[in-house]
């Protein structure tokens, strides 16, 4: 088991404000959210928004859902003999995750993780993107760059959500509420169930939400 340093507890947590500070004190949403403010500046450098921008932006919201199943299912659950697990060790935070959810320490991504999943990222992106903006039209640089700052916004809106539905926050709306039941579900009925956080889209397409 890794070394633990325990960083606090979800549950003593109860206002956004307090979310707020415990999110940007922790290794991993300051690596992301640094990767997702220089993409930011990048893309404001190089200017020419065009269509291409906006198809990489609704290419991801129909993604995002996929994209946490996949990385859920088959790497932060990846079985210990795996060479997803002896090579990229995505899963051993995730492990001690559910072992004890209140921790911080591992309930958010370590910053190992975080930077393996960002350059993972990068070139998923490229694969996906690329050829929708050769598509589409120009800005074919610009459109690359844009479909990484969203990747990044996406991986530290998980982070943000993933907290946010572990702790003694209880969010007003109803969709925020139902993902957290069904994160619920994923920890304590069934790790084989429900493998988004903020969008149950591939669990609903891939069958692995459960009938009510």
Same mark, same amino acid.
């Given at each position: 088991? &890794? ?9 003593? *947590?109860?206002? %956004? %404000?307090?979310? *707020?500070?415990? /999110?940007?004190? !922790? &290794? !991993? $949403? ?9 993409? @930011? ?5 190089? #200017? +020419? ?16 859902? /996929? ?7 088959? /790497? ?5 003999? !795996? ?5 990229? %060790? ?12 209140? !921790?911080?320490?591992? *309930?958010?991504?370590? +910053? ?16 996906? +993107?690329? $050829?929708?903006? @050769?598509?589409? #039209? ?25 907290? @946010? ?5 209880? $969010? ?17 009925? #069934? ?19 459960? +009938? %009510?």
């Amino acid at each position: 088991m &890794p070394p633990r340093n325990d960083r606090g507890r979800a549950g003593q *947590l109860s206002t %956004k %404000k307090q979310l *707020l500070a415990r /999110f940007i004190a !922790s &290794p !991993s $949403p300051r690596l992301i959210l640094a990767v997702a403010a220089a993409m @930011l500046a990048a893309r404001v450098l190089i #200017g +020419s928004w065009g269509v291409g921008d906006l198809a990489v932006l609704v290419a991801t919201v129909f993604l995002t859902g /996929f994209v946490e199943w996949t990385i859920h299912r088959f /790497f932060l659950h990846a079985p210990g003999s !795996s060479r997803r697990m002896q090579v990229l %060790k995505t899963g051993v935070g995730h492990r001690e995750h559910h072992r004890d959810p209140q !921790s911080i320490q591992w *309930l958010l991504l370590t +910053s190992g993780d975080a930077a393996r999943f960002l350059v993972v990222f990068a070139v998923f992106t490229m694969v996906w +993107s690329l $050829p929708l903006l @050769l598509v589409v #039209g120009r800005p074919l640089f610009g459109g690359l760059v844009s479909a990484y700052l969203l990747a990044a916004i996406a991986l530290a809106n998980y982070e943000w959500t993933h907290l @946010l539905i572990h702790s003694r926050y209880r $969010p007003r709306t109803a969709r925020y509420r139902r993902l957290a039941a069904n994160h619920r579900v994923h920890h304590y009925r #069934g790790e084989d169930m429900c493998f988004g956080v903020t969008s149950n889209l591939g669990d609903r397409v891939l069958g692995t939400l459960p +009938s %009510k």
